[in-house]
């Protein structure tokens, strides 16, 4: 069995598998106590492929090191699943992971071309990491919290406590009213009614200190993944509705799994459909509403035209499992993902250069490695300090 897997392996690596052989090994490495074993082939062929660029097996092995021990991190969090949401996430946590790996050390060995003196990439001797965790909780009085960037994210009930169960520093009661992730940051957030949400970078959700009888509000800017929690009323005749607040929309919940991108600097409102119902309402120009079925994603104009069309999951939700998602990616778009991630400036010198971008790469690489990806590309990217220069090859 395991030389089989082995050949599969490698002729993946070749882009000879087919979709069954490599929905086979995504099966076979998505038990978890398989990932040392990917690990080991990768490094195997790496050391034996004379061919192979040093930087680029090193840059190979510091993605598979790097997945390897964010899934360990993500499970030790997940430990003692309470809800079937947590339990999911547990069997995926492996699968996600060994996507990763895969996708990246496979995009590296395909695009040979690689390498660390790319004529197109000029960066200075510092680097500048991924995002990480780290977050800050605004209290009722006005006073700010930075959470810890050894936590991962932080309960709200009885007070407020950092998933681990410790108390949160400086904080005398729960008086927490809103929660932020900076550029550069990523935090998860349990709120008072069970219901979870983790927020991407460049984030902010506002909560109340207790949800109301009658319904549960909360407000967002930037994107967050939510799964909600069933409540029902005292009478337990009806489900407590859940909605949250967006730039120009209201999303209606009674409970569901779902994620929504509302970025001030992105040209639509995007909200996808995983599990459950939900309802999106327009609160721009003539109210209209739409009703979404799993898999289903709603889009809001600035104008405040809504469209429903069937979503990508794979792509809408890869933030949360740690990928950039590239599919026919405009630069502009690609950058402005980019700068919030890594928190940074995009700087455009001349015309802007229009080119796209398909691929999957790991999030927890350095924006080093990330635009020496972007090599063959026409531009020319410079980092400097926090800022990333963009020329266009006809400036």
């Not at 030790?76 to 992971?97: F, G, H, I």
């Not at 009085?141 to 400086?170: K, P």
């Not at 967002?220 to 337990?236: D, I, N, P, R, W």
């Not at 499992?321 to 890594?342: A, K, P």
Request: include cysteine.
């Amino acid at each position: 069995m395991e030389q089989d897997i082995k050949h599969l392996f490698e002729r993946y690596l070749k882009g000879e598998c087919s979709a069954d052989e490599i929905a086979r090994l995504y099966a076979y490495f998505g038990l978890e106590a398989n990932e040392m074993l990917l690990k080991a082939y990768i490094t195997r062929m790496l050391d034996s492929d004379d061919d192979t660029p040093r930087a680029l097996a090193y840059q190979a092995r510091k993605v598979a090191d790097r997945a390897g021990i964010r899934l360990q991190e993500r499970l030790a969090r997940q430990s003692t699943p309470t809800s079937n949401r947590s339990r999911r996430v547990r069997r995926w946590l492996p699968y996600a992971a060994a996507v990763v790996i895969f996708f990246v050390v496979g995009w590296l060995m395909m695009n040979s071309r690689w390498s660390s003196d790319s004529a197109h990439v000029i960066v200075s001797n510092e680097d500048i990491p991924p995002a990480a965790n780290r977050a800050i909780l605004t209290l009722a009085d006005g006073r700010s919290i930075d959470l810890s960037e050894a936590q991962s994210g932080i309960v709200v009930g009885d007070g407020i406590r950092y998933l681990d169960g410790s108390a949160v520093s400086g904080l005398a009661q729960d008086t927490g009213m809103s929660l932020s992730t900076p550029k550069g940051g990523t935090y998860q957030i349990t709120l008072p009614d069970g219901s979870n949400v983790w927020l991407n970078s460049a984030s902010t959700l506002k909560y109340p200190k207790r949800f109301d009888d009658d319904e549960r509000v909360v407000e967002l800017e930037g994107e967050a993944y939510f799964s909600v929690a069933q409540l029902k009323e005292k009478t337990g005749k009806r489900n407590i509705p859940f909605k949250v607040l967006s730039a120009g929309q209201v999303v209606e919940v009674l409970g569901t799994e779902f994620n929504i991108s509302s970025y001030k600097d992105e040209p639509m409102i995007e909200t996808t459909l995983v599990e459950g119902s939900v309802r999106v309402v327009t609160t721009l120009g003539r109210r209209t509403s739409l009703v979404l079925a799993p898999g289903e994603q709603a889009s809001l104009s600035g104008t405040g035209v809504l469209n429903s069309a069937k979503a990508n999951l794979k792509k809408e939700l890869a933030w949360q499992s740690g990928i950039f998602y590239f599919e026919e990616t405009s630069l502009v778009e690609l950058m402005r993902q980019v700068s919030r991630w890594y928190d940074v400036d995009i700087q455009y010198v001349g015309d802007v250069p229009q080119e796209s971008y398909s691929g999957l790469m790991s999030r927890y690489v350095s924006l080093k490695t990330l635009l020496e990806f972007l090599n063959e590309s026409s531009a020319q990217f410079t980092l400097r300090g926090r800022t990333v220069i963009i020329q266009s090859e006809t400036y």
